[in-house]
């Protein structure tokens, strides 16, 4: 760990988190929170994700600017390629929520980061999503992710880090654990 003399910045401001929580145990409604994203169909398997505003804090919230995601599916399947596929997209969203979660766990623990890269694989027989075998699975049959952290910290230290942004990552938990999930068509 980093000697409390010397300052530690990895971008993330651990004293709004922590007053954040306690605001929040005082007024568990504020953290009520819905997140969007609308897809529109571009062509073939082609399609667009847009994310702009949410609910949260008890009020609309928008981004400070609209984000966009394209969704495609490889030239192999023969298709156009315009994007990452949707379970691609799904891997970037699981490292991308981790990683973050080691930053924050790593500047609240005084550890200062040097770089934090992840590597994520995920296994699927595709002959699932092809209608190929009933019995096999559509999804992941499992998710390998590989953290290769420079840190002032020991080998246990960072995998601590990595444990602590594991048990309190949302993407993590939603792939993790069943999640309800409700289609409805209008």
């Known amino acids: 760990m980093t000697d409390t003399a010397t300052p530690v910045d990895n971008g993330v401001d651990v004293d709004f988190l922590q007053k954040a929580r306690g605001i929040l145990t005082e007024q568990p409604e504020a953290a009520d929170f819905k997140w969007r994203v609308s897809n529109t169909w571009v062509k073939g398997t082609h399609s667009r994700s847009t994310v702009k505003d949410f609910f949260g804090l008890g009020a609309e919230q928008t981004h400070k600017s609209e984000f966009h995601f394209e969704g495609d599916h490889p030239q192999v399947f023969s298709a156009e390629d315009e994007g990452a596929t949707p379970v691609e997209s799904l891997l970037a969203s ?12 790593a500047q609240n623990r005084g550890i200062q980061l040097r770089s934090v890269e992840a590597t994520l694989e995920g296994d699927m027989d595709i002959r699932g ?22 840190a002032d910290a020991t080998p246990d230290e960072k995998k601590a880090l990595v444990a602590q942004s594991q048990k309190r990552s949302a993407v993590y938990d939603a792939i ?11």
């Open 129 to 150: 999503i092809l209608g190929v075998d009933p019995d096999v699975r559509n999804g992941f049959s499992q998710i390998k992710v590989t953290y290769n952290i420079d």
């Open 176 to 186: 993790t654990n069943p999640t309800r999930v409700i289609v409805d068509v209008i």
């Open 94 to 105: 699981l490292a991308g929520c981790l990683t973050a979660g080691v930053a924050a766990v």
